[in-house]
């Protein structure tokens, strides 16, 4: 049966660590997907303790963009992160919002075809003020309509504060 989750919250909520328990409660071996590119060393480093943090048990995929490729049919699948998945669409696209929100919604629906309980982590950006860096403001704008898109889909939304798991949907 097809169960979606979306895990959002500010940075250093606790969304990954809390997604990763979540997962690992409902198998015991689930999907880990990573979306992320490395740009620089600081970067790597985080994705590095990424890694070390998850056991064996885990099946682990680096995909950037096209996460439709991947069967996971019948599985626990965690994607950390939204936010950085839609980057990736965002800077390929030269930051066109809406040629990035479009491919981003396709392939999450193509992606989500599956068969599988999807856990999404992504970053609730747009809860601070406004920007004054016109890119930051687009990039905002292109991640809270696709993090609504997901969330109106979802079967379950949870909101991290400070380390606690909020239910929202």
């Known amino acids: 049966m097809k169960r979606i ?3 959002t919250g500010g940075a250093r909520s606790g969304k990954s ?3 990763e328990q979540l ?3 409902l198998s015991s071996r689930p999907v880990y997907i990573a979306t992320a590119r490395i740009w620089d060393d600081d970067f790597r480093e985080r994705v590095r ?6 056991g064996p048990e885990w ?26 998945w839609c980057t990736n669409f965002f800077f390929d696209l030269n930051s066109d919002i809406d040629r990035a929100l479009g491919a981003a919604r396709q392939e999450f629906d193509a992606f ?14 747009g809860m601070g003020g406004t920007s004054h860096n016109e890119l930051q403001r687009r990039f905002t704008d292109l991640l809270g309509w696709m993090n609504q898109y997901i969330a109106s889909r979802a079967d379950e939304v949870i909101l991290m504060v400070s380390g606690i798991a909020l239910t929202i949907k």
């Open 5 to 7: 989750i979306l895990i």
């Open 17 to 19: 660590t809390y997604a």
């Open 23 to 25: 997962a690992l409660s």
């Open 49 to 54: 303790r990424h890694k070390e943090r998850r």
């Open 59 to 84: 099946t682990n995929f680096e995909e950037e963009k096209f996460l439709s490729r991947l069967d996971v049919e019948g599985r626990v699948v965690l994607v950390d992160c939204v936010t950085l």
């Open 112 to 125: 989500i075809r599956q068969e599988a309980t999807f856990i999404f982590v992504t970053n609730e950006i």
